[in-house]
């Protein structure tokens, strides 16, 4: 397929943008391959225009287009929630632009994404993609104890598609066991080690769902897998992402959960997260409510709690809160899985992590969780961000756990505003480039699927540039004071907020809060560049979060 073939006007003069909060600019449009560009008209004197947009068309999740007499109006609904209008003079001219919008934007062919095409000077392609191996986390755990150690047992996938090549698994389990405990686990996901608690040396694993099925099957060697992650005399809890009822019901077609009787020292603890559809209809009724700014008071609280976003907000954090406190307080081993293992199981592992780990909670340590527990780890991001919240068309496998994930680090770093090194437009860009990216961290769904598109090799890595001095500077939370005591959030409803500088963004303006911000950074920076004038500075001397004790029922204690 050509690109040229799908683009059947390249450019038009005389084309008016309109952005919600910005004056309407009037330019030249023109369409590539790959963005769409409006140059504003040049003054006199030979002046050049300046480009007023460069929109990426991955970006677009809908077009609507409307047509009256010579004059064409095109809305572009973004990935990223941005709403722009373009007046285009001509119906031919207009239709052709929105035909040509609507089938680049749909391209599916990994290789023909944009990431393939980027070459940045200032970059080199193979920068950034090996900075957090697994083997350097798989050193720390060996630094701490000998019980676990690298399987490359996967290296050519054929024990588990959507696992990486090495996975880190009780040292007493040869390879042989692993591969027919993978038998008897969807998509072949056997546990693996998701996180090291040095503080008690308790472990926490994830998997898929063990195929027990209607006839009640066992695996010794899955049974045996399990048993060596606990400790002589140790016991373990099984959180399991769906409900008892759900769970029942997979049995009867093939699924099912570990029964007491084959695993002894697991106990089983449901706690149903939403994936899928419903959590994608949730994010879509609560950007519609967003959006609309007529809404009375008591119209918009009552859309606010229709979209049980909120509510889908506490059910992950309060079941991090769980997994992290039979850890911290249970001196337990955990597994957690649902189905298949890569949605609301890393969900859960990951929030843990952030929850438990002050390294997870700074700007390198939560890139390399990012890599380890969602894209090393399986996490199909093609499937689920091919449509964000405005697409007409009918949803296949979309769902924004990465999203919930990155709202729920959000409401941590609301409530712990010194603890996390990193700030909230870092989860910003990461929402942005999850849905349309210049770079190929979030492309495809496995690791086999990067290895097979030469990701890795043909396109750069987000945490590349990221990594710069010059962007590093520009996510770094100015009141971060390391903090090496577990954060347990609240998860009572009037402790969770909506995220308003992502469902809000393009509605209203955050110009005095950038500025705010802006003026804590230089403050901060001027204190450190001189401390000696900094003894009766309040920001360089406040206290370090307090981390309040959760209790077992997953409702935190705040002071």
Same mark, same amino acid.
């Given at each position: ?13 005389? /084309? ?48 609507? @287009?409307? /047509? &009256? ?36 934007? #749909? ?18 392609? @193979? ?49 042989? /066991? ?15 080690? #998701? ?5 008690? *040396? ?5 998997? #898929? ?14 049974? +045996? ?41 697991? @106990? ?7 994936? *899928? ?11 519609? &409510? ?17 979209? @049980? ?6 059910? &992950?954090? =309060? ?12 001196? +337990? ?49 093609? %499937? ?8 007409? &068309? ?7 756990? %990465? ?42 769904? =496995? ?7 030469? /990701? ?38 009037? #402790? ?45 001397? =406040? ?17």
């Amino acid at each position: 397929m050509e690109f040229a073939e799908l683009i059947k006007t390249a450019k038009v003069e005389n /084309v008016q943008l309109s952005c919600s909060g910005l004056p309407p600019i009037k330019g030249t449009l023109c369409i590539t391959s790959h963005h769409l560009l409006l140059s504003s008209q040049p003054g006199g004197n030979g002046e050049q225009g300046t480009v007023e947009l460069w929109l990426l068309i991955r970006n677009v999740d809908a077009v609507e @287009k409307r /047509v &009256a007499n010579s004059l064409g109006t095109i809305t572009l609904k973004c990935k990223d929630l941005k709403v722009l209008q373009l007046e285009i003079p001509g119906m031919e001219e207009c239709l052709n632009i929105a035909s040509s919008t609507e089938a680049l934007s #749909s391209v599916d062919s990994v290789m023909m994404m944009y990431p393939f095409f980027y070459r940045p000077q200032s970059m080199k392609l @193979k920068d950034g993609w090996k900075l957090y191996p697994l083997q350097h986390y798989y050193q720390q755990i060996a630094s701490e104890t000998g019980a676990w150690r690298l399987s490359c047992a996967n290296g050519d996938f054929t024990i588990c598609s959507s696992y990486p090549p090495a996975v880190i698994v009780p040292a007493t389990v040869n390879d042989n /066991v692993l591969k027919k405990a993978a038998r008897f686990r969807q998509g072949g996901r056997f546990p693996v080690l #998701s996180y090291y608690h040095k503080k008690n *040396g308790t472990v926490m694993l994830r998997s #898929s769902q063990p195929l027990i099925g209607p006839n009640r099957k066992r695996c010794q060697e899955d049974e +045996a897998l399990l048993s060596a992650a606990l400790d002589e005399g140790g016991h373990g809890f099984i959180i399991d992402t769906r409900s008892a009822q759900a769970a029942k019901q997979a049995r009867m077609m093939g699924g099912g959960t570990e029964p007491t009787s084959s695993y002894p020292r697991w @106990k089983r603890l449901h706690r149903q997260l939403e994936r *899928g559809r419903p959590l994608q209809e949730s994010f879509i009724k609560l950007v519609e &409510a967003c959006n609309d700014t007529s809404l009375s008071m008591d119209r918009w609280l009552s859309k606010l709690e229709s979209s @049980k976003w909120l509510a889908h907000v506490k059910g &992950a954090l =309060s079941t991090a809160c769980l997994a992290a406190q039979c850890m911290e307080r249970e001196d +337990a081993c955990v597994l957690v899985h649902g189905a298949e293992g890569t949605d609301t199981t890393l969900l859960v592992t990951a929030l843990a992590q952030v929850i438990l780990d002050p390294d997870c909670r700074t700007l390198a340590g939560f890139q390399g969780l990012l890599e380890r527990e969602w894209i090393e780890a399986g996490h199909p991001f093609h %499937f689920r961000y091919a449509h964000s919240a405005y697409s007409h &068309a009918r949803l296949k496998q979309e769902a924004p756990i %990465f999203l919930l994930f990155l709202d729920c680090v959000w409401q941590l770093g609301r409530q712990f505003p010194f603890s996390l090194q990193f700030s909230e437009s870092l989860l910003l860009v990461l929402f942005e480039h999850t849905y349309a990216s210049c770079y190929g961290t979030f492309l495809c769904n =496995s690791e086999k699927e990067r290895c097979l598109c030469d /990701v890795k090799e043909k396109t750069h890595s987000l945490w590349s540039w990221l990594n710069q001095p010059s962007e590093w500077k520009k996510h770094l939370n100015p009141l971060y004071t390391y903090n090496a005591l577990v954060i347990w959030p609240s998860v009572e409803p009037q #402790s969770l907020q909506l995220w308003q500088g992502l469902f809000l963004r393009w509605i209203r303006s955050s110009q005095y809060l950038d500025e705010a911000w802006a003026e804590i950074q230089r403050l901060v920076t001027s204190c450190e560049d001189a401390p000696e004038e900094s003894a009766g500075c309040t920001l360089c001397h =406040s206290q370090p979060d307090v981390a309040y004790p959760l209790t077992i029922t997953g409702t935190a204690n705040e002071g």
